[in-house]
């Protein structure tokens, strides 16, 4: 499948593709600001900007959220994306255990891309008989704000989406949703800038923080995206954290 792009300025160049791309035939590449994902929706207000995750850090994310020891085995839980782009995480963490994989996505754009690449991936894995077995994916168009959770253990992943009025209305939401059921919802979120309101809220339990290592490869794909973006830089890690909806002490 020929990559597709997000339409550009007729004076911009193509940016690098990673390497993850060029082995699956999918297009996730591309730092792209806020400012050219408007929507007219006002938690465009919000947005951080696209850019998918390095494969090697959601891997390694994971691996540290089992040593947690959760309280239900991965494929119990549903993997929900939380602003899922063109999908890298969501196609990543599908070959992984878990029960099922859902992401959401505000821009209808990245969303198309995303429902592409999903369908390359599903498609190029079913006839690959060596190909790893794949957890059901869907992808939804929508606002973070407006999902229902399923009734299964889930896991919120955010990389860095929204900035802090959002994250606060969605932690809101989720302890709407999870009320009667704590210990049902864990986190893990990569380039965790917001992760001080994460830390003062009562109902979530912080239990890792501190930089993951990505792999040479995505360090190497790292540098070549942000060459371009002054306002970025890569030091081959992120700051990550992991946190567990532990509901709020009944004790006075
Ligand atoms: C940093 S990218 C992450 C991409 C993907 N999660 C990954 O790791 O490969 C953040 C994405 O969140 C989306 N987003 C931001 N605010 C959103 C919202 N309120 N609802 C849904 N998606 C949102 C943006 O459009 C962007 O595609």
Redesign the pocket.
Known sequence: MPPIRIPRKSNTIDPPVHPFDTAHGVD?SGLIPAGD?LTGHP?DD????????APSILRTLVDDWQATKPPHPINKYTFI?????KG??MLVASELPFRQIIG????PT?ADIAQTNLDHWVASHASDPTAPRLAPIRLLEQ???TFDFPKTPCIAFL????EAP?LKLLLRRIETQFANRPGTLDLLYVNAECANVLDRHPAFTRLFFGPVAMSTEDHAADLAAIAAQKEYGSTGDEECAIYRYTGRSTQP
């Open positions: 996730t994902l938690n919000h947005v951080t900007a696209y850019y998918g995750v994306d939380f602003g899922a782009g890298r995480a959401i996505e505000l821009n990245l606002d973070a704000l990389f860095h989406p929204f959002v």
